[in-house]
């Protein structure tokens, strides 16, 4: 605990770059991280600069304005039972559903962990599992965005960069409640977590961050604990 209050602040800079994307072309550690992808070390969002969305993008109709539920399972022994939001964030919404279907999620790792005090989020969906590729499409608007910048334990809510049109395939969990700066645009809460979060929580979260050689201590970076998404399903 110690460890994390000291790092809070430095977690909670890199946390709103994780949510900007990490993703060097996507949003949300992608190079996209909790919003954006991960094509670099730094902690702030590098997505394509688009003012649009782009690409093939799944229609927003897919989610029929309608609540979905499913299971995300994580290294076979972390079982999330998850809904998503089809009336309040219907474009992003089905975009999730649309790559579940595909089986796009499947064996893709979850590259970024957070375990500040304040900020508390696995960050997972890019193609190549490190934070760097996507579908081929990145896709607006912010949906279903809260005001306040809390995103409570559980929350789903899609990674994108600093382009609010730049979110991909890249999402993030909060395992614990997290505070984003709201004045960036915050995040797109597309769904929550409703049942096993305490498996995230004792399985991959509590083992903590791996911690750079000869560096100081981060919050912030890939989990101890090697995550692989081994199943999604949604109806």
Not at 24 to 45: D, F, I, L, M, R
Not at 81 to 86: E, M
């Amino acid at each position: 605990m110690g460890r994390r209050r000291r790092d809070n602040v430095i977690a909670s800079a890199a946390v709103l770059v994780v949510i900007a994307l990490a993703v060097v072309t996507q949003v949300v550690y992608t190079t996209s991280g909790p919003g954006a992808p991960e094509a670099s070390s730094s902690p702030t969002p590098s997505p394509s600069a688009s003012a649009t969305s782009t690409g093939d993008v799944p229609s927003s109709d897919i989610a029929e304005d309608r609540v979905w539920t499913g299971e995300l399972d994580l290294n076979d022994d972390v079982e999330l039972a998850i809904s998503l939001d089809g009336e309040k964030a219907p474009q992003a919404a089905s975009v999730v559903i649309d790559l579940i279907q595909q089986g796009f999620y499947d064996g893709t790792a979850c590259h970024r962990l957070s375990d500040a005090d304040s900020a508390e989020f696995l960050q997972c969906g890019s193609a190549n599992g490190d934070g760097t590729g996507d579908a081929g499409f990145t896709f607006g608007p912010l949906e279903n965005v809260p005001s306040d910048g809390l995103y409570p334990a559980g929350t789903i809510a899609m990674a994108r960069g600093s382009d609010p049109n730049s979110q991909s395939t890249q999402f993030f969990i909060t395992y614990g409640d997290t505070y984003l700066d709201a004045s960036t645009g915050g995040y797109t809460i597309v769904g929550s977590v409703t049942d096993g979060l305490d498996q995230l929580v004792a399985n991959v979260a509590d083992a903590g961050v791996v911690q750079p050689e000869g560096a100081s201590q981060t919050t912030d970076g890939a989990p101890v604990v090697d995550t692989t998404i081994t199943a999604a399903s949604i109806e």
